[in-house]
């Protein structure tokens, strides 16, 4: 697979801290990557500056190979246009309806479509998240999960090939939980490369192709899932034992990992 997006000696100061430290980490066009580690080690941060939304302090981003803090107006247009963000807080227009925080990218990216088109697209987009009752609400009207949905849904809107998701089944019940697990698995389905922050141990177990483990704003391990799962350094071994350690099926690798056997 071809490196996507990738990542050079990525170092990002955030209030005097290194909240990125060296960075140097790709993912591979067509794969879903999660990044995991503890909280406050920079996961949320490294997935906005993969996406373009924060430039790094040193080192650089590519985006198919190029600058993407250098990219030429027309060509970060197109990256715009082919990636999707959904962020932890939802990151909703509050002043605007729900219809129109889902028309917006469509509008924005999309300008050759109609209004009628548009509509189509929200709606089907509102029905697929059980929420078309609530096209008019404004999203102080809706609960925290409705909000992280219409925040998926409006990632997804423009069917693109590049998704950022940051926690996209936290903070939302089980039943909103299973969609948002269908909706990640049509887009791996159908080749979108995927790079998420999650904890969801059906995220890692079910869908991850790779992992990226991030500890004090350092990359601690990445690559493939397998191969991280059975990672040397205890820092590693403590953070996916803790992500699998509930989940009811083990191989003889995840076995050992969590003290069910052989060498520890």
């Known amino acids: 697979m071809s490196e996507l997006i990738e990542l050079r000696g990525v170092t990002l100061l955030l209030g005097g801290h290194e909240s990125l430290r060296d960075v140097s980490v790709s993912f591979p066009e067509g794969s879903c990557t999660v990044i995991l580690g503890p909280s406050g080690c920079g996961k949320s941060t490294l997935l906005k500056v993969a996406a ?136 791996k389905a159908r080749g979108c490369t995927i790079v998420m922050v999650s904890h969801d141990k059906r995220i890692a177990s079910t869908l991850a192709d790779r992992l990226v483990v991030l500890v004090g704003g350092a990359v601690a391990a990445a690559g493939a899932f397998d191969a991280i799962k059975k990672d040397a350094d205890p820092r590693v071994r403590g953070i996916i034992a803790e992500l699998l350690g509930e989940i009811a099926s083990f191989d003889t690798d995840l076995l050992s990992l969590l003290g069910g056997g052989g060498d520890n």
């Not at 190029?66 to 909703?92: I, T, V, Y």
């Not at 998704?163 to 939302?172: E, L, R």
């Open 52 to 187: 373009g939304i924060i430039p790094p302090d040193r080192g650089s981003v590519l985006y198919r190979g190029a600058d993407l803090f250098s990219l030429p107006e027309r060509r970060m247009r197109e990256f715009r246009k082919s990636n999707g963000f959904s962020f932890q807080d939802s990151a909703l227009w509050e002043n605007k309806t729900i219809f129109d925080n889902l028309a917006l990218p469509l509008q924005v990216h999309s300008p050759e479509l109609t209004r009628a088109e548009i509509e189509r697209k929200v709606i089907r987009a509102l029905e697929r998240g059980n929420l078309v009752d609530s096209i008019h609400f404004r999203p102080a009207q809706c609960s925290v999960g409705e909000r992280k949905i219409v925040s998926i849904l409006r990632a997804l809107i423009g069917e693109p090939g590049l998704v950022f998701m940051d926690t996209p089944t936290g903070t939302i019940d089980p039943a909103m939980a299973e969609m948002v697990l269908a909706m990640i698995r049509d887009c």
